[in-house]
C-alpha cells in the first residue's frame, strides 16, 4: 500500500520533471541554462547562443539541474579561421575533490589546419584518460551534434550520433565507474595557449579576438535530482530498471545498455581513421596498463 502510493507519486514528479529537462531548441536557454561565467562574454537573442573570447575573458554556462544519468546534446559550430590556443568544452562534472567528469575539448588551430577532439573522464577524482582524435569534417564551417550518454552501464562520446568512445562499467571485475554522483551539464571557451595548440608552441594571437563558439541546439534528456532528496534514493531512483521499461528514462533502457553492431564499427572505423593519441596504448606514461585498458 505504502510502496504503491509512493509509486504513484513518483510517477507524477518523473513526468513533469522529464518535460522540463528536455529542450530542443536555444530559443528556451534560460529554461536549462545560465552563465556561470562572464555573462558580458555571452550573445543571446531568443535564437542563437554565442560565447566569446578576447583577452580579457572567456565565457561560460551551466546547467541549473543537476542528473544522474541520461544524454546531453550540444549543436556546435565552432570558432572558425584562426582558433589557436582556444579551448572549447563540452562537459558533465560532479562536484567535490572526489568528482567525476567527462569531458569534450575542442582544441583550436591555425588557420587551415585541423581541430583536434580531446576527451577525458575522470572516476572519483582522478582522470589522467585522454584520448585525442581528428575530424572527418571541419567543424568550424558547419553546426554538428556532439552528446554524452550516460546510464549505468556506459558512458558513451558521439558525434552526429557516431560513437567515437565508450567507458564501460566493469564494476563486477573492480574497477571504478562514474556513477552514484549527480552531474550538470557544463559548456565554455576559453584560452589554453599554454598547452592546447601543437603542444602549447602556438600562442593565442589576440589581434582575432574576439574569438565566438556558437550553439543552435541544447538539450538534455536526464533524470533530475532533486537536492531535498537523499542521494542513495535518486541514485536508485534513476538508475532503476522499472524506469527504463516504462520507456520514461530511456537512456537507462536495454537498447542503450552496449552499442549495437552498427555503432560497433562506427566505433572501429573511428579508431582506426581519427584517433591520434589513447592513454591506454601509452606505454611510456603507463608502463602498467590502467586497469580499464585491454592491450
Ligand atoms: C524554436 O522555438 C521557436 C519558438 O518556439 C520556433 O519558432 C522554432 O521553430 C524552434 N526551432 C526549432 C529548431 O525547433
Ligand atoms: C594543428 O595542426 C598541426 C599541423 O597540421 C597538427 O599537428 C596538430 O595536431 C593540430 N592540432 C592541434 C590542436 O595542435
Ligand atoms: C597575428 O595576427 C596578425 C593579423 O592577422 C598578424 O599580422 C600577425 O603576424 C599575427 N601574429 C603572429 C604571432 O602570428
Sequence with gaps: MEFALWGAMALVISAALSSAASLGNVSRFDELFQMNWAADHMDYDGGLVKLKLDSSSGAGFASKKKYIYGKATVEIKLVGGDSAGTVTAFYMSSDGDKHNEFDFEFLGNTTGEPYLVQTNIYVEGVGNREQRMDLWFDPTT???????????????????????????NKEKKG???????????????????????????VKTNWSHAP??????????????????A??????????????????????????????????????????????????????????????ECVR
Excluded at 145 to 159: A, G
Excluded at 175 to 201: C, E, H, K
Excluded at 252 to 274: C, D, F, G, R, T
Aim: proline share 5%; with cysteine; hydrophobic share 40%.
Design 211 to 228: 574569438f565566438v563558439v556558437t550553439y543552435r541546439e541544447l538539450k538534455v534528456d536526464g533524470c533530475e535530482v532533486s537536492v531535498e
Design 175 to 201: 574497477i571504478a565507474f562514474p556513477g552514484y554522483q549527480a552531474m550538470g551539464v557544463y559548456n565554455s571557451l576559453w584560452n589554453a595557449d599554454d598547452w592546447a595548440t601543437q603542444g602549447g608552441r
Design 142 to 168: 558547419d553546426f554538428h551534434y556532439y552528446s554524452i550518454l550516460w546510464n549505468p552501464r556506459q558512458v558513451v562520446f558521439l558525434i552526429d550520433e557516431t560513437p567515437i568512445r565508450v567507458f564501460e
Design 230 to 291: 537523499s542521494i542513495n534514493d535518486e541514485v536508485r531512483r534513476c538508475g532503476g530498471s522499472e524506469w527504463g521499461k516504462e520507456g520514461r528514462y530511456w537512456w537507462n533502457s536495454p537498447a542503450m545498455e552496449e552499442l549495437n553492431v552498427h555503432q560497433i564499427h562506427q566505433l572501429m572505423w573511428v579508431k582506426a581513421k581519427h584517433l591520434i593519441y589513447d592513454y591506454c596504448s601509452d606505454f611510456a606514461r603507463f608502463p602498467t596498463a590502467p586497469p
